[in-house]
């Protein structure tokens, strides 16, 4: 019998790739077909996403599949990072290019915001935490700044429902990423009317449908069958915003367990049934995205590996290149606990020097700053890990329930010097992979469509069965215990 193969592409802030898998009975197997480097394009003023150059290496990929593959391909599915969007003008024509969400235009539109509509009646259309690079108030920032591209708008669609269209046609959003706007209401299922008319947001462009993970979208246009050498193929709304792919793809069981989904950012969190929407919630500026099957993502962001990111492309610019691996061993033989850092204080978002953003946060919170390169991701690592229990013992505490263990999934999953940190701040079972589990998730929701995986506990499953995991348990946990204790006034600072 032919192979049922899903590609999935699956774009990161730092770098996007087309994954193919192939299912067999009882087992999923990926190969990751094609990687391209992502990152921002700064132009006077703007800084932004190249969408294009994404889409070309995306049909680049398509080519080779059909290469290696041949012309049957089940399904094509989008996942990226969430917030960002494109506006199309009524003849279909992209408006503009997409926005980079750390672009600055949004500094100080929050404080804006709410003084049009105060903090705790945005929360309470939403439920969605405040960061000023949330849809909401990018859209608002346009609104403030008089952006002719909001009177030529028809159609506004987040970043995946973007390269849908283009590979489809058809314009539609998709929930998972709908929700991380903060512009849709989970208890009405629709965009928050009242709260956008109340900001001056025009809402005629919310015109597309907003389909569920797991929904048939369309076929491949005829221009790029015949460009790729593919036969028709499914494009399939998986969960296409990736912390929700990623979520999707953990290989847990039962309710006990918090995901931590490791890359560019660090998303930790609960699967829930309902949102949470409530005065806790809201001081904890804790969110409730939309996830698989009717669950919620009950989670923060927690500004992740992108202090690493960021640091070694400093480095690398000074004195050439630098493997993570390098990094990690430099941080592995560095001095322990120097500094401690609230990875989220907002001098984090987008400084020009990370290192030297980091030197001045613990001069300014009168700590001994750390000198050395190792030193200084030695501190971001153990000051993420230590957020983590920070996060994870509220979001127990407002849930009225522990959990057992953390399921780390992600790029961050081979960094393993954070993983054992993030087990001995945290004290919990950690468990690490698969690294790939946002296109794991991806692939599953396709699947899931197709009627070729029945559920997400049988996807579930078979990611077990499929993939290996690290277990790391805690060490060392009287001295973590003592560093959090130390640096709790830190890490309470940014909620
Ligand atoms: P995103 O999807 O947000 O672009 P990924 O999930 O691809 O991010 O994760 C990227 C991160 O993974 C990098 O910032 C880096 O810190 C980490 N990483 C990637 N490769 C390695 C490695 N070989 N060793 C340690 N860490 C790594
Ligand atoms: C992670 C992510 C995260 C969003 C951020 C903008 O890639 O999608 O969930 O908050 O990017």
Not at 4 to 17: I, K, N, Q, V
Not at 39 to 46: A, K
Not at 85 to 111: C, I, Q, S, W
Not at 456 to 481: C, H, N, T
């Amino acid at each position: 019998a032919d192979m049922t193969r899903f590609l999935a592409f699956d774009l990161g802030a730092s770098s996007g790739r087309g994954v193919v898998g192939t299912l067999e009975q009882d087992h999923l197997r990926i190969q990751e077909l094609h990687r391209f480097p992502n990152g921002p394009v700064t132009i006077p003023g703007n800084m932004h996403w190249d969408v294009l150059r994404l889409f070309s290496e995306m049909t680049e990929a398509l080519i080779l599949y059909a290469q290696k593959y041949g012309k049957t391909l089940n399904g094509i599915g989008i996942d990226t990072w969430g917030v960002d969007f494109a506006l199309l003008a009524k003849d279909g024509g992209l408006l503009g290019n997409p926005h980079h969400y750390r672009d600055p235009r949004t500094d100080g539109m929050v404080e804006k915001a709410s003084e049009l509509v105060d903090r705790k009646a945005i929360f309470d259309a939403t439920g969605i935490q405040f960061m000023q690079l949330n849809t909401l108030i990018q859209v608002f920032s346009m609104v403030e700044h008089h952006s002719p591209l909001l009177d030529m708008a028809e159609t506004l669609l987040m970043m995946p429902s973007l390269f849908q269209y283009f590979l489809t046609g058809r314009k539609v959003n998709e929930f998972t990423d709908v929700t991380t706007s903060q512009m849709y209401n989970p208890r009405t299922g629709t965009w928050a009317y009242d709260l956008l008319q109340q900001l001056h947001i025009p809402t005629d462009m919310l015109s597309a449908e907003i389909v569920t993970p797991g929904t048939i979208v369309g076929d491949l246009l005829p221009h790029l069958t015949m460009m790729t050498g593919l036969s028709k193929v499914p494009v399939i709304a998986s969960a296409s915003h990736d912390t929700a792919s990623a979520v999707a793809a953990v290989p847990a069981h039962g309710e006990d367990w918090a995901y931590l989904s490791s890359g560019t950012w660090s998303l930790l969190g609960l699967e829930i049934p309902e949102p949470i929407i409530t005065d806790d919630c809201l001081r904890y500026n804790l969110t409730n995205e939309g996830g698989v099957g009717g669950t919620y993502r009950f989670l923060k962001n927690i500004a992740g590996l992108w202090l690493v990111q960021e640091s070694k492309r400093l480095w690398e610019r000074e004195s050439g290149p630098l493997s993570y691996a390098d990094l990690a061993q430099l941080a592995q033989m560095a001095k322990p606990f120097i500094a401690v850092l609230e990875p989220n204080d907002s001098v984090f978002l987008n400084p020009p020097n990370v290192p030297q953003a980091i030197i001045q946060f613990c001069k300014d919170t009168g700590q001994q700053a750390p000198e050395t390169r190792g030193e200084i991701v030695r501190c971001v690592l153990e000051s993420l890990a230590l957020k983590y229990r920070n996060v994870l013992e509220k979001m127990e505490d407002l849930r009225g329930k522990p959990v057992e263990v953390l399921h780390i999934v992600g790029g961050g999953v081979q960094n393993t010097l954070l993983c054992q940190f993030t087990a001995n701040a945290t004290g919990k079972q950690v468990i690490a992979g698969p690294i790939e589990a946002t296109a794991i998730g991806n692939i599953m929701m396709q699947a899931i469509a197709t009627g070729d995986i029945a559920s997400i506990a049988e996807g579930r499953d078979l990611v077990k069965r499929s993939f290996d995991v690290l277990m790391y348990e805690p060490q060392d946990v009287d001295q973590w215990d003592e560093a959090y204790q130390r640096s709790r006034a830190i890490l309470d600072k940014a909620w």
